[in-house]
């Protein structure tokens, strides 16, 4: 029988949550699996009724990495045919935000795929790490390039040369996630953050996540304008007048997504 190697679930209103299923590889990430896990990604960011998404793995793995049984013979027309790159860049066109929930190794691919989130909540025992030196090659799914920019060249040389691993305490001091609890609460932090950013204004939501993500590619001066652009569409939302209005009211605003 087919192994579900993604289990999809709805655990709060407006929150959709992907769990990555290959625990025997500790979810190493195979093409079935990152297939089933960016159709899944994509069908909730199509779907009206979720607003916010969880991606999680087990306790013991988020992800140990790409699956290096799939990668150990191919040559580099190969890793391309695979669509390889495609299957991850399509996390990069997911409007809603996605939260990672983490516990224990988050390693190759699997800390990449943490950092292609949006945010991060990590179980105490998360381990961050970039070991592809081990194996003769280098971080492919943008391990070097987020990394540098979120904590630094420095730590970045390290983990990227040296395979340093990060602890959970290590990755919340530098910046690398959100927020760092004890292991029987990551899953339910994760969701109750996603269930509170579900109940914020949606449009807004998804603009607020794209505006940030275009800070980190693109000259101040150009950001501030794609910012206040952002901003003053926001004015032809639903949403907008009634945020303002609820404000003005005194009472909770009822978003539309609209
Ligand atoms: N691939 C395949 N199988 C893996 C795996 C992986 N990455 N990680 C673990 N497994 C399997 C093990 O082979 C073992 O399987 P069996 O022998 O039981 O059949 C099972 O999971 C349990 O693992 P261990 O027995 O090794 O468990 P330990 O607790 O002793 O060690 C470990 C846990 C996580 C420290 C160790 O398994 C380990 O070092 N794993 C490899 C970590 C690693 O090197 N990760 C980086 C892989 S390279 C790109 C996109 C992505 C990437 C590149 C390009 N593009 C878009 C271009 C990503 C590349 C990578 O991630």
Redesign the pocket.
């Given at each position: 029988m087919d192994e579900q190697v993604v289990l999809v679930e709805r655990p709060a209103d407006g929150v959709g949550l992907v769990r990555l299923n290959r625990p025997?590889?500790?979810n190493?990430?195979?093409g079935p699996l990152m297939y089933a896990l960016m159709d899944a990604l994509d069908a909730m960011d199509r779907d009206p009724a979720i607003r916010c998404m969880v991606i999680t793995g087990s306790d013991?793995?988020f992800?140990?990495?790409?699956?290096?049984?799939?990668?150990a013979q191919a040559t580099p027309a190969e890793?391309v045919e695979m669509a390889?790159?495609a299957?991850?860049?399509r996390l990069r066109a997911i409007r809603k935000p996605v939260i990672a929930a983490v516990s224990g190794?988050a390693?190759?691919?699997?800390c990449?795929l943490a950092l292609a989130c949006d945010l991060i909540v990590a179980s105490d025992t998360a381990v961050f790490?970039?070991?592809?030196i081990?194996?003769g090659?280098i971080?492919?799914?943008g391990?070097t390039q987020r990394l540098a920019r979120t904590i630094g060249k420095a730590l970045t040389m390290e983990m990227v040369l040296n395979d340093r691993r990060l602890t959970a305490a290590e990755a919340e001091r530098f910046g690398l996630v959100n927020r760092v609890v004890p292991l029987a609460d990551y899953l339910d932090t994760a969701i109750t953050m996603a269930a509170q950013i579900a109940a914020r204004a949606p449009v807004a939501a998804q603009a607020a996540k794209d505006a940030v993500n275009v800070a980190l590619e693109t000259s101040l001066t150009a950001g501030l304008a794609y910012e206040r652009n952002q901003f003053y569409a926001l004015f032809s939302t639903q949403d907008q007048k009634e945020g303002m209005t609820a404000f003005l009211e005194k009472r909770s605003p009822t978003w539309k997504g609209k």
């Open positions: 025997r590889a500790l190493a990430l195979n013991r793995a992800a140990a990495g790409a699956d290096i049984s799939e990668m890793m390889f790159i299957r991850w860049e190794f390693l190759g691919g699997g990449e790490g970039q070991p592809e081990n194996l090659v971080p492919g799914a391990g």
